[in-house]
């Protein structure tokens, strides 16, 4: 006749002692990361909806006589790949190129089938996570500790935008400590941004340039996808 809880620890009253339960802080964690994701735009997001004829076949020179297509190609299947063979730990990816190449498609399509596997994934762009981290910090949120936590924590992370972002020691230490953290613990994130390598170097300190080249990086080439979405309309 003795109760019969799901957790043992607590009793399910959520604290042992004057402490929050991990079970608790687990239940919690998982709210704020449905809530961090809540706009994840995956809904007509998917690999089958990448089209490679937006890709110019012809060889560039900047590109070692390769073609803007051939090496989309080569990252779409990376991509696809790193999806449905997901697990922990694994590496993460960055993901370096222009505004319009299909960062943000890929990185997407990946977080749709990861999650779709049972893992748990975040998605934002920097500045909108930087946001609510301060918020959260100056007291505007209302758990302390959730945002930041979650990022450090979910089995995927994917943050999109980075450098368009305020550029400030805050926000950099913030990220700093998130890829760091994540790294530590083999816990893979995928970073896009419009920067160049070089550009990263120049805006960001040593530890976060290393840490961030450290990951598998695909470099996008090509023409801006929306704009030729736009002249077809």
Request: hydrophobic share 30%; aromatic share 8%.
């Given at each position: 006749?003795?109760?019969?809880?799901?957790?043992?620890?607590?009793?399910?009253?959520?604290?042992?002692?004057?402490?929050?339960?991990?079970?608790?802080?687990?239940?919690?964690?998982?709210?704020?990361?449905k809530?961090?994701?809540?706009?994840?735009?995956?809904?007509?997001?998917?690999f089958?909806?990448?089209d490679?004829?937006?890709?110019?076949?012809?060889?560039?020179?900047?590109?070692?006589?390769?073609?803007?297509?051939?090496?989309?190609?080569?990252?779409?299947?990376?991509?696809?790949?790193?999806?449905?063979?997901?697990?922990?730990?694994?590496?993460?990816?960055?993901?370096?190129?222009?505004?319009?190449?299909?960062?943000?498609?890929?990185?997407?399509?990946?977080?749709?089938?990861?999650?779709?596997?049972?893992?748990?994934?975040?998605?934002?762009?920097?500045?909108?996570?930087?946001?609510?981290?301060?918020?959260?910090?100056?007291?505007?949120?209302?758990?302390?500790?959730?945002?930041?936590?979650?990022?450090?924590?979910?089995d995927?992370?994917?943050?999109?935008?980075?450098?368009?972002?305020?550029?400030?020691?805050?926000?950099?230490?913030?990220?700093?400590?998130?890829?760091?953290?994540?790294?530590?613990?083999?816990?893979?994130?995928?970073?896009?941004?419009?920067?160049?390598?070089?550009?990263?170097?120049?805006?960001?300190?040593?530890?976060?340039?290393?840490?961030?080249?450290?990951?598998?990086?695909?470099?996008?080439?090509?023409?801006?996808?929306?704009?030729?979405?736009?002249?077809?309309?």
């Open positions: 006749l003795d109760p019969i809880y799901t957790c043992e620890k607590c009793g399910d009253t959520g604290r042992v002692g004057s402490v929050r339960c991990e079970c608790f802080n687990a239940v919690i964690k998982q709210i704020a990361g809530k961090l994701s809540e706009q994840m735009p995956v809904g007509l997001i998917s089958d909806t990448f490679m004829k937006y890709y110019s076949d012809t060889p560039r020179t900047e590109l070692k006589g390769k073609s803007a297509k051939f090496i989309m190609q080569q990252n779409f299947d990376y991509c696809k790949n790193y999806a449905e063979d997901f697990h922990l730990p694994c590496d993460g990816i960055f993901m370096i190129g222009g505004t319009g190449l299909g960062k943000t498609h890929l990185s997407l399509s990946i977080a749709k089938v990861v999650s779709e596997k049972g893992f748990s994934v975040v998605y934002g762009s920097v500045p909108d996570l930087i946001r609510k981290i301060k918020d959260e910090s100056f007291g505007q949120s209302d758990e302390e500790g959730e945002v930041l936590e979650t990022l450090k924590e979910c995927l992370l994917v943050l999109d935008d980075l450098g368009a972002e305020h550029d400030s020691k805050y926000n950099t230490s913030n990220l700093y400590e998130i890829i760091n953290s994540r790294i530590n613990n083999k816990k893979p994130t995928i970073v896009s941004t419009n920067f160049s390598t070089s550009e990263i170097r120049d805006r960001y300190n040593d530890r976060i340039a290393s840490r961030l080249l450290s990951m598998k990086c695909l470099v996008f080439s090509g023409d801006d996808i929306r704009m030729a979405l736009k002249q077809n309309k």
